[in-house]
């Protein structure tokens, strides 16, 4: 994600928490007011996101490469491809990076590029089909590694297949290969048809299309036998058949646009992620077929009316897409979540569907199903402590807000339970309470807590501040998620004022949405999670979570908890933790800014966990992968897209020991400049084998990218001759 510069000046320094009084928590809230205001701002603008960032950096697969220029002439691919198989003869171990003068004519066979080849195109020097064209594709990628097509620029350089019964780019048995910036048009059997080893759990070892526009194709692009796909910032236009088809297991398809296609997306992916893509009409949106299984579908965006989606396989996720879309489930299809989407069209109480409606600060509907099958029951308000209306005697003097006493809302909703047992009991609060009860406000199954903005829980234990932790004592909160049913969180802010141990305790259970509120001030933890039951999805989303006396969002021995779009500053460890035990946990698009330790944490011998899009500043480290303690291995995860600056570094890796390792882990087009030590650490000698593709990194204060552990790299650059 474009990193906001103008959130910079909001750097909290977490040190001086330790010193504040217990009302603290008050102006600490009062000064994150404004910039709650510019975070949500900048949470809007996002349908026109693009993540990808032309890579820079001081090498393109190490620092002890050899580079050979090849200047290919414009003409046929044939004469192209003598110069090219004689200079590979010539440099066997070089990088090749083939520059043609023009455009290339293909006729009977297709350009050949082989492992360690940059074919760098142009406006003016692409791949035609030639009029007697017989080749089965323009670009033929055999059984090769670390291979690019792209344009060097300025704009894209274009593939024509001219109507043909051609592939635009085939590839076969390929591993890290990059295509960027390419306009490829009018190849009736497939744009890019890509196929990867049988490695298809391995991670390091991934592709990536991006910045390229298809059009006029039979399929744009198919994706299949590879983990970690990146599929970012592509328009795909006008396909007779699929725009994309991909089966990769923790792929990434964001920022792009679909429109005019047979069929926009059809994913067999295991745990992948399609979000923030625009969808105009085509005759099928997006099929998960019932292959697939895990995948997030988050914060995708309509430009037309009565799309339509299909849901196979098992555990798919759909959370707060905008779509005006028909939804129909196929038979046999396990636990499709659907949560707080808005214009999908579909049965509630359809087979293997759990559906989840509940009204927010932003979106405080008044549908009557909220769950299926339940009905709805909204609690009269229950006011909190107000300011007192300004007189001509009192507008110069400090009227003290008298707080109510959490326990009434407590009667009340147990009063509503017993009175509506099969009702969603919708909670409205709006003012100023007190929680002197250390288990803290236990929120029922089946329960949405809306509270207005400015509407504040503050704990008061009467108890020291910060009190240390003890393993058999009990655990403290604000506010407790039920263990069963349905449960949501919107708005207001829940202080734990140093004294409870969590503003929310979510580590219960129950199918949960947390929604645009402030967790501000836990003794330990902004957000616990740990041991949850991993049949239920937590989503927590646009909160602020600042002001934590340990991390501020904690992902541990749990499964699927996702951190979207969050604020997390000036916690005493990490923004976000993702901890041994977490599983298919992601991190995407929060602003982690001013937390003691790291921004997003990746630790303990955890796998297969996402973190994409995030915007990391003033940490001590923006994105840090370890593993210190657990026996096992550290990966592989997928680290894309992530903006690390001023940090005491951007990028951290390595293991503790032998046995306890951080090997194999995807990093793709990170941007990490103007840290005060390195950009990227790429490991040490218990981090082995772990893959830096499109890295952006320049402007650090000692190394832009320090290599050591046996890392991967391929950047797509083109060096100083």
């Known amino acids: ?392 005697e009192t507008k110069n003097k400090h009227s003290k807000i008298i707080p109510v006493d959490l326990s009434l809302v407590e009667t009340e909703i147990a009063k509503a339970q017993t009175e509506h047992p099969k009702d969603v009991l919708v909670i409205r609060l709006d003012g100023e309470y007190i929680c002197k009860n250390p288990k803290g406000l236990e929120l029922p199954p089946n329960s949405c807590l809306l509270m207005a903005a400015d509407a504040r829980i503050l704990s008061d234990l009467s108890i020291p501040l910060e009190p240390p932790w003890v393993r058999a004592d009990p655990l403290t909160q604000v506010v407790l998620l039920p263990k069963t049913g349905f449960c949501s969180v919107s708005g207001g802010k829940l202080d734990a004022n140093r004294q409870a141990h969590f503003p929310i305790n979510a580590n219960t259970g129950s199918i949960a949405l947390i929604e645009s509120t402030s967790l501000i001030a836990g003794a330990r933890e902004g957000l616990n999670t740990k041991a949850r039951p991993d049949t239920d999805p937590l989503f927590i989303y646009r909160c602020n979570v600042y002001g934590n006396n340990s991390r501020g969002i904690w992902s541990h021995v749990a499964t699927r908890v996702h951190s979207i779009a969050n604020f997390c500053s000036g916690n005493s460890k990490d923004g976000i933790d993702l901890d041994a035990g977490a599983i298919d946990c992601t991190a995407l698009f929060n602003v982690c800014n001013a937390n003691r330790r790291h921004g997003v944490f990746i630790e303990e011998a955890i796998k297969n966990n996402i973190v994409f899009g995030n915007d990391l500043h003033g940490n001590d480290t923006g994105v840090h992968v370890w593993n210190e303690e657990v026996k096992g291995n550290t990966g592989p995860n997928l680290i894309s897209a992530n903006q690390c600056s001023g940090n005491r570094r951007g990028i951290g890796l390595g293991g503790r020991a032998d046995d306890k390792t951080a090997q194999g882990n995807f990093f793709f087009n990170n941007v990490c400049t103007d840290n005060r030590q390195d950009g990227i650490l790429t490991g040490n000698s218990k981090s082995k084998e772990n893959y830096f593709s499109q890295s952006v990194a320049f402007g650090n204060g000692k190394e832009n990218i320090g290599v050591s552990g046996s890392p991967f790299f391929f950047n797509t650059v083109i060096p100083t001759p």
């Open 1 to 392: 994600m474009k990193s906001a510069s103008s959130l910079d000046m909001f750097n909290f320094n977490s040190s001086q928490n330790h010193n504040l009084p217990m009302s603290s928590s008050i102006s600490l809230s009062t000064s994150f007011v404004f910039l709650a205001l510019c975070f949500q701002a900048l949470l809007a603008a996002h349908s026109a996101e693009q993540f990808f960032t032309p890579p820079e950096a001081p090498f393109i697969t190490g620092p002890k490469e050899e580079i050979h220029r090849v200047s290919l002439p414009a003409g046929t691919a044939d004469a192209a491809q003598a110069l090219i198989d004689a200079a590979r003869k010539d440099k066997p171990e070089a990088v090749l990076v083939l520059e043609p003068a023009g455009n290339l004519e293909v006729g009977i066979t297709p350009l050949r590029l082989g492992s360690k080849m940059c074919l760098q195109l142009s406006s003016s020097a692409g791949l035609t089909a030639g009029a007697n064209c017989s080749a089965p594709s323009l670009i033929s990628i055999e059984k090769a590694e670390l291979v690019s097509v792209s344009s060097k620029g300025p704009g894209s350089a274009t593939l024509d297949g001219g109507s043909k019964a051609v592939n635009g780019i085939q590839i076969t048995e390929g591993s890290r290969i990059n295509i960027d910036q390419l306009n490829i048009l009018r190849c009736a059997k497939t744009g890019i048809d890509y196929r990867g080893t049988t490695n298809v759990t391995s991670l390091n070892e991934a592709a990536s299309v991006t910045r390229c526009h298809f059009e006029k194709n039979g399929n744009a692009l198919k994706v299949d036998q590879s983990g970690g796909f990146q599929c970012l910032d592509n328009v795909f236009k006008e396909q007779t058949e699929t725009a994309l088809s991909i089966n990769s297991l923790n792929s990434m398809v964001a920022g792009n646009t679909f429109s005019g296609n047979k069929t926009d997306i059809q994913t067999s992916s295991d745990r992948g992620i399609i979000t923030r893509n625009r969808f105009g009409k085509s005759e099928l949106t997006l099929e998960l077929t019932l292959a697939s299984k895990g995948n997030l579908i988050s914060e995708n965006r309509g430009t037309a009316k009565d799309l339509t989606i299909s849901i196979g396989g098992e555990t798919q996720q759909l959370f707060h897409n905008k779509l005006s879309a028909s939804v129909k489930l196929a038979p046999g299809t396990k636990d499709a979540f659907l949560i707080a989407n808005e214009n999908l069209q579909v049965d509630p109480a359809a087979p293997g569907l759990k559906f989840f409606d509940p009204p927010t600060l932003s979106r405080p509907h008044t549908n009557s199903v909220i769950v299926a099958g339940l009905g709805r029951f909204d609690l009269p308000l229950i006011p909190g402590g107000k300011q007192a209306p300004s007189t001509p």
